[in-house]
């Protein structure tokens, strides 16, 4: 009705049709309830014990302070948060001695800033090692495959010609001097060098309490480097400009095994972190 009233004085030719009831006190005094209502219900909530009860009573008290700001001290928001607020520890850790050759620290470091830095308002991001903290959840993150596949190389060889091309001048039976077009050839050669890497992530988020695995995700990853370049043989005029441009790139050389890895593993960060996210929402 408060709202109406307000709606209708924009327009002061409705306000002569209708007659308009002030309820702004009986509005105040329902705000005052529902606040009072929402206190008492998180106050009850919080009592329960559990996280997820505490959980619950933040979000009542912030409903309360909506309705009437204040009605919820900040010590009680407070307190319902370190209540509600689950201890999360990350594992990293690599399989196989192959991992010596790749700096895997770098994805570890990432993905675990990134993660701490998520902002859940209850989350504490721990140390597996810290004895005195009972883990609610362990997320254990492992890079269990790295490979820098072989060098694939192709070479493919096209016949060029190109006709009605100026040859020079030569001078007729008649001693007239003319000009002298011929078809020219050549071998145009295109090489191209492919190295395939790939790494694979397993990330698994288990209960600190049963250590039973609440969720298990393999994410693979993969990055191709491709070269091209080109030369050939035989008469130069064969070729188009293109194929001259490219003729002039000489074989690059072979990028470093680390440089492939960190190109390959760098997507996993990114989709770890989304799997994470979802799988922590709720704590939001």
Not at 45 to 65: C, D, E, M, T, V
Request: net charge neutral; aromatic share 10%; glycine share 6%.
């Amino acid at each position: 009705m408060d709202y109406l009233n307000r709606a209708i004085r924009r327009y002061p030719y409705y306000t002569e049709l209708v007659n308009l009831v002030d309820v702004k006190q009986e509005l105040a005094q329902v705000r005052g309830e529902a606040a009072i209502a929402h206190l008492e219900a998180g106050n009850e909530l919080l009592a329960q014990g559990a996280k997820r009860h505490a959980r619950a009573a933040y979000h009542q008290f912030g409903i309360s302070n909506r309705f009437v700001a204040g009605t919820a001290s900040l010590r009680k928001l407070e307190n319902a948060q370190l209540a509600g607020t689950e201890f999360v520890a990350l594992e990293f850790a690599n399989r196989g001695r192959f991992f010596r050759d790749f700096n895997t620290d770098r994805v570890f470091d990432e993905l675990g800033n990134n993660f701490r830095n998520s902002r859940y308002r209850f989350i504490r991001v721990v140390d597996p090692k810290e004895v005195d903290v009972d883990l609610d959840h362990i997320v254990q993150i492992e890079m269990d495959d790295a490979h820098i596949g072989r060098v694939d190389f192709s070479k493919n060889v096209f016949e060029l010609k190109k006709e009605d091309v100026y040859m020079g001048e030569a001078e007729a039976d008649s001693g007239e001097v003319v000009k002298v077009y011929g078809t020219v050839y050549a071998d145009y050669i295109e090489y191209c060098k492919t190295i395939s890497s790939r790494a694979q992530l397993m990330i698994q988020v288990v209960d600190g309490n049963t250590a039973r695995v609440i969720q298990r995700q393999v994410i693979p990853s993969q990055y191709n480097w491709t070269e091209k370049w080109a030369s050939y043989r035989g008469d130069k005029r064969a070729l188009s400009a293109d194929q001259i441009s490219f003729a002039r790139r000489s074989e690059p050389n072979l990028p470093s095994p680390q440089w492939l890895f960190a190109l390959a593993s760098a997507p996993l960060v990114g989709t770890s972190l989304d799997l994470l996210r979802v799988q922590f929402a709720h704590l939001k």
